[in-house]
């Protein structure tokens, strides 16, 4: 009772949280809460031992070492990921080995009078093996993408590939997406989150899970001859290629027009910002610009191709620019127009800081970044150094400005009890039920990541169950090593590749949290107010401690 007591305390802190802030001078320092406020925000939390690592070798050192992720060593993370056999994969190999099967057998149960749509229509276990089989491309991808957020030490890489994600959202649920999502991430978005940012539009826009998702695999000139649906789903014979109708077939098949999807969230959700300053008819232009653009035959080889056929060879005005380049130039030279745009050095500049800096960051800071990145053509490396060595983001006023995500939450759980996971899927499970499952955001505005998304009564509640799960050990294959007993030592059996058959004994450090100040020194570092030390005062166990903690409102803020 006195446990629900305090919980029910906590949940009340929580619904009271506020972001605001104001920037003050503050100089380059090394002191411990600096330390712990730039790991709560270019990792994903400090693990046991990293505030220690990071005042012997010095923040500013830090913060330029994880600037340069390649140099950092992360064989941990090879090993972790061995047995991840989809991680690797092409598009083209995951079409014909898991998305093929799925839709043989889609036809096949089609023919035996099943309803593949119907959840409670009854599947032979060969049918059952080829969905779950079909089903793993999702599951692999995103237990890699909590493994590298757990255990990686290129935290600031993984943060950035979240947010980059984010920002060019992609939904796994629509159709066919989620084969070709594992590419996407791979390819398209983690090689380029610390490069320059035309680099990375272009890698989105030719990638095929953003054609699918926004439907410009499809868009085509509405004025010329194109292909015809059938065509366009299944390329020419033996290349995937997509070939012109024949004149004299063109009228009696379905015909694809203009699509705008797009041309649209390119500028409003990508680059400009919805003041960014366009109109409607832009909107269209670049729509025109990029017809063409689209893939080569979509289930057996789902890779980039332009083909001319699709495409509008007139004239387009963008912006005020004349775009005349032709063919495949033509989408190429307005992401070059959108890129260098004013307002496009603007809005990255202020998403890169609500995202690591305030829900509403500084405006001086926001403009200089933005500068930085005219400066340097969109070096997105300089704009994060610019943003990260400022003191707005230093300063002792950006400290617990930012609430977590689930996903930031859960994640920092883990690594702020040092807990050993074996297999990630009860965490994914766990982001399932706080409202946050990965890859599986509807709106191409991606998941947002401000306070008063997550801040509700139901969610809090969610979180400190989480907490409770994780201290107590009731997580499946997830040991912390705050096991309620003292002294006891969990076996955690590992089930990916170069680990699996090797049993790691995770020794409890149960006498490191026998009382709430030890609980409070290595999870909060220190940091609660006289509300939550009194409530995890009110515990009489370690687990009911170490969960208190992580439900405080401290270790909600980041």
Request: glycine fraction near 6%.
């Amino acid at each position: 009772m006195r446990v629900r007591t305090a919980t029910i305390t906590l949940i009340a802190a929580l619904a009271s949280l506020t972001s605001g802030w104001s920037p003050r001078a503050a100089a380059f320092p090394n002191d411990t809460k600096t330390i712990v406020h730039v790991l709560n925000r270019i990792t994903f939390g400090a693990r046991p031992g990293d505030v220690e690592r990071v005042q012997a070798m010095g923040l500013q050192r830090y913060i330029d070492e994880q600037l340069r992720p390649e140099r950092i060593p992360d064989a941990n993370m090879t090993a972790r990921l061995a047995g991840f056999d989809t991680l690797h994969l092409s598009a083209s190999e995951i079409a014909a080995m898991y998305e093929q099967p799925q839709l043989q057998l889609r036809r096949e149960m089609q023919q035996q009078g099943i309803d593949p749509a119907d959840p409670n229509a009854k599947r032979p276990p060969a049918m059952m093996a080829v969905q779950q089989k079909a089903n793993s491309i999702l599951v692999e991808l995103s237990e890699q993408k909590l493994l590298r957020a757990v255990y990686s030490d290129r935290q600031l890489e993984e943060v950035l590939t979240d947010f980059w994600f984010n920002h060019f959202n992609v939904d796994a649920r629509k159709g066919r997406d989620r084969f070709l999502l594992t590419p996407y991430e791979r390819d398209a978005i983690r090689p380029h989150v610390l490069g320059k940012f035309r680099d990375l539009l272009g890698a989105t826009a030719k990638s095929p899970a953003m054609l699918f998702y926004l439907d410009n695999w499809m868009s085509v000139d509405p004025n010329g001859p194109r292909p015809s649906a059938a065509i366009l789903r299944r390329g020419a014979r033996g290349r995937g290629v997509i070939v012109p109708m024949p004149p004299a077939n063109a009228q009696k098949q379905p015909r694809r027009g203009l699509n705008e999807n797009y041309g649209r969230e390119l500028m409003e959700l990508h680059t400009l910002g919805v003041d960014g300053g366009y109109t409607q008819k832009d909107v269209t232009e670049v729509a025109r610009a990029f017809t063409g653009w689209t893939m080569g035959n979509p289930q057996q080889s789902p890779e980039f191709r332009f083909d001319p056929r699709m495409h509008d060879e007139g004239e387009k005005i963008v912006l005020g620019h004349h775009v005349k380049a032709g063919g495949i130039n033509d989408g190429e030279e307005v992401l070059d127009i959108l890129a260098r745009h004013p307002s496009t050095a603007h809005f990255i500049s202020f998403e890169l800081a609500r995202r690591f800096v305030s829900d509403t960051p500084p405006p001086a800071l926001v403009d200089r970044m933005a500068e930085r990145f005219k400066d340097t053509d969109g070096d997105l490396r300089e704009v994060m150094r610019t943003m990260l060595t400022s003191q707005e983001f230093l300063g002792p006023e950006a400290r617990g400005a930012k609430i977590k995500t689930p996903l930031e939450f859960v994640v920092s759980a883990v690594r702020a009890t040092g807990a050993e996971v074996s297999d990630a899927r009860p965490l994914m499970n766990a982001l399932q039920q706080l409202g946050m499952p990965l890859y599986q955001c509807q709106p191409p505005t991606g998941y947002k990541d401000t306070g008063d998304a997550w801040t509700n009564t139901g969610a809090l509640v969610a979180r400190m169950n989480f907490a409770l799960q994780l201290a107590s050990n009731k997580l499946r294959a997830v040991t912390s090593p705050q096991s309620p007993v003292a002294g006891q030592q969990s076996s955690v059996t590992s089930q990916r590749s170069s680990v699996t058959s090797q049993q790691s004994s995770v020794t409890s450090q149960q006498s490191s949290v026998t009382s709430p100040d030890d609980v409070i020194a290595s999870l909060l570092h220190d940091e609660a107010s006289a509300t939550t030390r009194a409530t995890i005062a009110k515990a009489t166990q370690a687990p009911q401690m170490v969960a208190l903690a992580l439900g405080s409102p401290e270790f909600q803020k980041r």
